[in-house]
């Protein structure tokens, strides 16, 4: 039998799994290929969702479903989580000590976001970023908060979701606007760039609207501690911003299994050929979606455009074929603005994000994905996905 191993049972891993499962229905029926699913419980968070829970009240469960329940016939899941990955000898340990010999693995484990990072940060602030629990105590806290200075601050890059930070700052404003208390709360966006958005283009349509919404730009911000008594956010250089509430991005890492198995960088992020996400040095291995260290946006378009690209690639190899599928780089990150707007920061390796105003449509679509996002990991919905994404990864022959 031949086996592939996926490590990580969130947005790519899921997809990734189901797409194996598919295309293998035959072969994992006569038992000659097994798809096994490696993830940490059973729960899978629809992460988008925890602006909404911070935001706008949503109820945290309403953002979970039960992975079981997610799975196509013929994945095997496995649910305590993998502690540790012998590449040399193709084995995965898990956490209960369980061993699984594989042919293939793919490292789908995402990203951490984790405020015990810098100093002060876990006491000193308030996160959607963790998780949906915890995006909730954001949605607590604006219930009692009556005025004075919201902050929303970037603590470090690379972190999930890249317009993320700039939609909270947004959907404060609106917040506030809506409860009729805008005027006694100044809204601060801190940022380590030099502008509202990695991307000038992007940043070039953000500017405008930051400054017509009123919402305060402190550029060049490399945050280094907080001091949780004195609600001060310190930067490296010795600066400090003052906050009556502070939403944080925390600094994220890659997961513990990563380390544990000697292949990330000092963070944690996996190096992998940005083309065909085979981990360096080891052609049958691959990473996906936030674990790796290609300096693209963390965001979920991405890992199910890499699983779909993987997914055809251990097609062929499986099947004894000399190609690989590469991938070119598209992301599609919504952003919303508030007030029902949203615009696209969309690109490949080789086109960066175009200039885009924010349109109702936009955020109609953005909204609309939560509905279909259960959907579009189980294989679903790809034909709508192909006709919008046009091909993102293409067969191409292996060196000899
Ligand atoms: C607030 C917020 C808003 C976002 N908005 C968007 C958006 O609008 N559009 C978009 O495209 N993306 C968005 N994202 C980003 C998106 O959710 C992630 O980029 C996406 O989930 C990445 O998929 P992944 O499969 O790489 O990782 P994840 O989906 O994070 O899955 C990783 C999985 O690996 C598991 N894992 C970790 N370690 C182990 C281990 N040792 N053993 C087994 N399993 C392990 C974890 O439990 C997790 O289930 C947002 C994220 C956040 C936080």
Redesign the pocket.
Known sequence: MKKVVI????????LLANLLAHEFRREIEDGAVGVQL????DD????????DVAFRGSDPASVVRRESSLLKKGVLQVTE???KVDLEQRVVTT?GGSKIPYDHVVF??????DPGLMPGLREGSLN??EGPAE?ARIWAALQGFEGGTAVVAITRVPH??P??PN?AAFMLDEFFRRRGTRGSVKIKFVTPYPRPYPAEQVSDVIQPLFEKRGIELVPFFAADHVDAKAKKIYSMEGESVDYDLLIAVPPHRG???VRASGIGDEEGWIPVDSRTMKVRDHPEAYA????TSIPI????????LQ?EAVAGSLALELRGGREVFEYNGRI???METGLRRALFVSGTYDSAPRRERPTLLRYAM?RE?ASIYWSTIQGGWSWLMDAYFGETSEPHELPA
């Open positions: 490590l990580g049972a969130g947005s790519g891993g899921t490696v993830g940490e419980g899978h968070v629809f992460q988008p969702g925890n602006l989580g993998a502690a956490r789908a484990t995402g990203a951490v976001a959607f970023h995006a999930k979701c317009p993320s939609e997961a513990e299994v996906i979606g936030d674990a946006s963390k965001s979920g378009v991405v890992a199910h699983a599609n990150c919504p953005k994905f």
